[in-house]
């Protein structure tokens, strides 16, 4: 750590310095070379510049840094793998606990459970698991964070077989405010763990998460088949029949956006918006090319991808799509009826892009993967069929406006639909907004009361902010 750093000049150097030798890990401040790489994240929109960045290599280390920051009051901010839209993972002024370094994966064969670091992406999960067959259901991409990911529910491939991310987790480790390390699961601290399946960074810092893992591959039937965006209104119908008609097994995802300069993409159309299917079948491969076979064969496709691979091949396909360091902005809901209201309302305005790197996300969920009974995880709307997301992409600052109304403008017109927001899509604004409700009324009480336990004074409040009960309620 450089101690020379003189713009922070609320933070107290001389402790820190004491701290970080205290720590097997290391702190860097903006004076150090590595602050600028520290402080990247996926989302270049988000300006906060942290006093501090921590890299913990140990629980104890966590432990220290957490005490730390309330002793000092700083602001305090957790990193996973740094993707989150609203850049939640950095301290603006304050302290950010970068995991990083912190990224383990160990698989236990005789408990079949597997260990996973908090600073591990589903890449790395991914590649741990692949030689025993086994993953831990993720993300529609590899290179989000397992940690927030899984704090605040995670859908992705399986979740309709298997359910949310949130759900397979069996244990964790976590440092409350107070500074103590805890190892929670069902039969301890149940409150706690259940809050954590959903609540996200809420209640304290994990530093590693136990995961049931699911025997799947290491090949499934996966992919994705693109038409002309005219194309657009008849391929909607086709997604409504086959995602309708899915067993659990099969995942579906609207895709709409504007084709890349992709080999596998006809040139003429590199440039101009298209429509796709993308998707997956959680099962042997030859059921799954069967399941496929309706969108396979459907018109005559501009491409069709689909073919059995690795389902870490899979996991991966989509993620040259939405590189670090761009510009992000998103606008996301859930909804249950696809309606032809909302066909119309994703026609109206889902075939037109104001950049070449936004594009429109609409998975099939469906309330068939929850494994548990309502309410026995803090995720919410574990039960919504749909879920649409506006992500506007783009490299160029002077779009910012331009862009943000281009998600906000679809965004709109989707609202009528809508049945919830998704906790871990929620924006910059929106997770500032109290009004925009994140957690369901029922689970938000109950994760308030917990929160009160845990973190009284709300020392982990750089998120989707879930005020403890006597802060809301005095007297209660
Ligand atoms: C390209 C892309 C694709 C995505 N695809 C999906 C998808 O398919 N399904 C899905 O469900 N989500 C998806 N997401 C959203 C993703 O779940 C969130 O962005 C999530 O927050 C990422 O976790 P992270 O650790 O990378 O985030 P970070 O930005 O590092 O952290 C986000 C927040 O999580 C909390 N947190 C992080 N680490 C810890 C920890 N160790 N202890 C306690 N709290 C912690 C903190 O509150 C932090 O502010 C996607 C995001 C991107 C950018």
Avoid: C
């Amino acid at each position: 750590m450089n101690t020379q750093y003189e713009d922070a000049i609320d933070l107290p150097l001389e402790a820190l310095h004491d701290l970080s030798h205290r720590l097997t890990g290391t702190i860097v401040t903006p004076a150090d070379e590595e602050y600028g790489g520290a402080r990247t994240i996926w989302n270049a929109m988000i300006a906060s510049r942290p006093a501090a960045i921590a890299f913990p290599e140990t629980t104890r280390d966590v432990a220290a840094l957490i005490r730390f920051a309330v002793a000092e009051r700083l602001p305090l901010a957790i990193r996973g793998g740094g993707h989150n839209i609203a850049g939640s993972a950095l301290a603006d002024g304050g302290l950010t606990i970068h995991m990083g370094r912190m990224k383990s994966v160990d698989y236990d064969a005789t408990t079949g459970r597997v260990r996973v670091g908090a600073g591990a992406t589903w890449a790395d999960v991914d590649a741990a698991l692949e030689p025993f067959g086994l993953i831990v259901p993720g993300g529609v991409v590899s290179t989000t964070g397992v940690a927030g990911f899984t704090l605040g529910g995670g859908f992705g491939w399986l979740t309709r077989s298997e359910g949310y991310t949130s759900e397979r987790l069996t244990a964790a480790t976590i440092v409350t405010a107070d500074g103590q390390i805890r190892e929670i699961d069902a039969f301890n601290e149940p409150d706690l763990f259940w809050a954590i399946r959903g609540g996200g960074g809420n209640f304290g810092v994990v530093t590693s998460f136990e995961f049931e893992p699911v025997r799947l591959g290491p090949e499934i039937a996966g992919g994705v088949v693109f038409w002309p965006i005219e194309r657009a209104p008849e391929i909607i119908d086709l997604f409504r029949r086959e995602s309708a008609a899915a067993p659990a097994e099969l995942t579906h995802v609207l895709v709409l956006r504007i084709a890349p300069p992709a080999p596998f993409l006809p040139e003429e159309f590199h440039g101009k918006p298209i429509v796709g299917i993308a998707a997956m079948y959680a099962g042997p491969v030859d059921e799954g090319i069967a399941a496929l076979e309706p969108i396979m064969t459907y018109g005559e496709p501009l491409a069709n991808t689909i073919k059995p691979k690795p389902y870490r091949e899979h996991q991966a396909f989509l993620d040259s799509g939405q590189p670090f360091g761009r510009r992000y902005y998103w606008k996301s809901v859930y909804f249950d009826d696809f309606s032809d209201g909302v066909k119309d309302a994703l026609l109206a305005y889902g075939t037109s892009f104001r950049s070449p790197f936004s594009s429109i996300l609409l998975p099939h969920l469906g309330g068939v993967g929850t494994r548990d009974a309502d309410e026995a995880t803090a995720t919410s709307h574990r039960g919504r069929e749909f879920l649409v997301s506006y992500q506007a992409s783009w490299e160029d600052p002077n779009l910012d406006t331009h862009l943000i109304d281009w998600a906000r403008e679809n965004h709109a017109s989707l609202m009528p639909f809508a049945t919830g927001h998704y906790v871990n899509f929620m924006t910059e604004d929106e997770i500032r907004d109290p009004a925009r409700a994140a957690f369901e009324p029922a689970l938000l009480a109950r994760l308030q009361q917990i929160k009160a336990i845990y973190d009284p004074a709300n020392v982990f409040r750089l998120n989707k902010n879930i005020t403890p009960a006597e802060v809301l309620s005095p007297g209660s």
